[in-house]
Nanobody, 119 residues
Framework: QVQLKESGGGLVQTGASLKLACTAS????????TGWFREAPGKEREFVAA????????HYADSMKGRFFISRDHAKNTVNLQMTNLTPSDTAVYYC????????????WGQGTQVTVSS
């Protein structure tokens, strides 16, 4: 079993940047891609970005390209999400997920971290 824990959320103003971290613990020998999703109030959870297990190839939702950047810190067993030029529409709970190799479907989730962007 792998446990994922998100950190780095908070309250920021429009135009600010914020860096989220997803740290894995438990059976870290289990292989999986890692993704970030977000869920805004009254909306469905949506895909933000993903990074592949062995190649560190990155994938982004079209609306996030150029503003959000996903990366992996191998030494800390952490996947980061750097978010820039934030707007109130980015307000959501951000979740980290372990993704299956086939189809990139979520296999397990972290508990989420709240990001609030004020105008």
């Amino acid at each position: 079993q792998v446990q994922l824990k998100e950190s780095g959320g908070g309250l920021v103003q429009t135009g600010a940047s914020l860096k989220l971290a997803c740290t894995a613990s438990g059976h870290t020998n289990i292989r999986y891609h890692t993704g970030w999703f977000r869920e805004a109030p009254g909306k469905e959870r949506e895909f933000v970005a993903a990074i592949e297990w062995s190649t560190d190839t990155t994938h982004y939702a079209d609306s996030m390209k150029g503003r959000f950047f996903i990366s992996r810190d191998h030494a800390k067993n952490t996947v980061n999400l750097q978010m820039t030029n934030l707007t109130p529409s980015d307000t959501a709970v951000y979740y980290c997920a372990g993704l299956r190799f086939e189809g990139f479907s979520p296999q397990f989730w972290g508990q989420g971290t709240q990001v609030t962007v004020s105008s």
